[in-house]
């Protein structure tokens, strides 16, 4: 199937070819639900008409005019960030990758303006993901991702996820920044506790250091708030965000406050395409239709709905031990007897018609549309119940 592109994915043995809503088909006519979301991309669902109408309309008057000029769109859909937010200002970029190379790069140029050079030293969590960049495969705590790249930059330490201990040992007067994820999304839907992000807060603010939030794959939403860390009552001092924000269209962003902005001095970062006037424009209606209280209530019913009926599932099959995960953020781990098989089961499911991801080896993860209803939801269930009845069986 795959005749010209490098080797590094594995393609699932299908080809999508369009979608809807939580629908999608293949080449032979084939319907799936989507409850993975294009990875929590997708959170107004595949070819929402509101954002097809913007984009379509943005397309017949500019396009791409780079960054010696802003635009409307741009100049729109940073305001709203900034008025929903903790932040002041916003980086636009590509990816999440390349808005967490932004954040890593403005807290240390920020900590160099202020303290010298010796602060510098970025702290993040083992099992974290910050995104594929060499700056942040070194920053993600998974040498699987960074060690056939070395060598690798330095002044990087990394201390275990959830581990207030370790952190109070590891942020000192030479940290310049902790990174973490309010909740780990590629290693398995695990959320931070309060006590943790409170205690890095304080952490940072004793030691005059930025506490970065990589929100690329919780924010926007995905939690039944814009950002997942306004569940916790915790504000950070910057915040990556990319996935959702775009709803499929590539954009980046990084928010900051003022304090921290100015260090983005004239000529010390940029992009080619950030801020792309067809991404800002889509992102900026998406974001209106994220932000409306039905769309977040929807994210909480459902997820809750979703929640219920996964553990339901696990419990009568015994293939999960637990379910966890906040709003349309779901992760299912499974249970001992099944550990590491986490992919074979996301491919059954693709067989019966039913997109879903793995999140690590022992956990399927589900990202679906932010407005899934529950026809799709009830469907998904069905297809997944079946999945698992050929996969104990397996
Ligand atoms: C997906 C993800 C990234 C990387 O985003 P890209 O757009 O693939 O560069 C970074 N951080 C988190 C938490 C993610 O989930």
Redesign the pocket.
């Known amino acids: 199937m795959n005749k010209y592109l490098t080797p590094n994915f594995s393609f699932a043995p299908i080809l999508p070819q369009r979608a809807s809503g939580s629908r999608v088909w293949d080449n032979y006519g084939k319907e799936y639900i989507d409850l993975a979301g294009g990875?929590?991309v997708n959170a107004l669902g595949h070819c929402n008409p509101e954002l097809v109408k913007v984009l379509v309309e943005q397309a017949n008057k500019l396009w791409h005019i780079s960054n010696l000029y802003t635009t409307e769109p741009a100049q729109e859909l940073a305001g709203k960030l900034v008025n929903n937010s903790f932040a002041n200002k916003v980086f636009f970029a590509n990816?999440?990758?390349?808005?967490?190379e932004a954040a890593l790069k403005l807290a240390r140029k920020h900590a160099r303006d202020h303290f010298g050079e010796a602060k510098h030293e970025i702290v993040a969590c083992t099992n974290?993901?910050?995104?594929?960049t060499l700056f942040?495969v070194s920053v993600g705590g998974q040498p699987k991702y960074s060690q056939d790249f070395a060598p690798l930059p330095l002044g990087i330490r990394h201390v275990a996820f959830n581990d207030s201990k370790s952190l109070e040992g590891a942020i000192n007067e030479n940290t310049c920044a902790f990174i973490v994820?309010p909740i780990q999304?590629?290693s398995g839907v695990l959320p931070a506790t309060a006590e943790y992000l409170h205690k890095a807060r304080e952490l940072c603010d004793k030691f005059d250091a930025a506490l970065i939030f990589?929100?690329?794959?919780?924010g926007i939403g995905r939690t039944g708030k814009l950002f997942a860390h306004e569940h916790y009552d915790v504000t950070p001092d910057i915040l990556?965000s990319?996935?959702a924000l775009g709803c499929g269209i590539?954009i980046?962003a990084m928010l900051c406050t003022d304090k921290f902005a100015e260090s983005f001095s004239l000529g010390s970062h940029g992009s080619t395409f950030g801020g792309n006037p067809l991404a800002c424009a889509v992102g900026s209606r998406a974001f209106d239709l994220i932000s409306l209280p039905e769309t977040l209530n929807n994210v909480i019913n459902q997820g809750n709905i979703l929640q219920s009926k996964l553990a339901d599932l696990g419990q009568e099959s015994g293939v999960f031990s637990e379910v966890r995960g906040l709003g349309l953020l779901i992760g299912c781990v499974l249970s001992e007897k099944y550990q590491g098989r986490a992919g074979e089961l996301v491919k059954i499911a693709l067989t019966e018609g039913l997109m879903v991801l793995q999140a690590g080896a022992n956990v399927l993860r589900l990202a679906p549309s932010l407005l899934l209803n529950d026809d799709d939801l009830n469907e998904g269930m069905l297809r997944l119940q079946k999945a698992i009845r050929t996969f104990v069986n397996s």
């Not at 990816?95 to 967490?100: D, K, L, Q, T, W």
């Not at 974290?128 to 594929?132: C, D, L, Y």
């Not at 990589?214 to 919780?218: A, H, N």
């Open positions: 990875i929590a990816s999440g990758a390349e808005a967490n974290s993901f910050h995104g594929r942040t994820e999304g590629e990589d929100e690329v794959q919780t990556s990319a996935k590539p980046g």
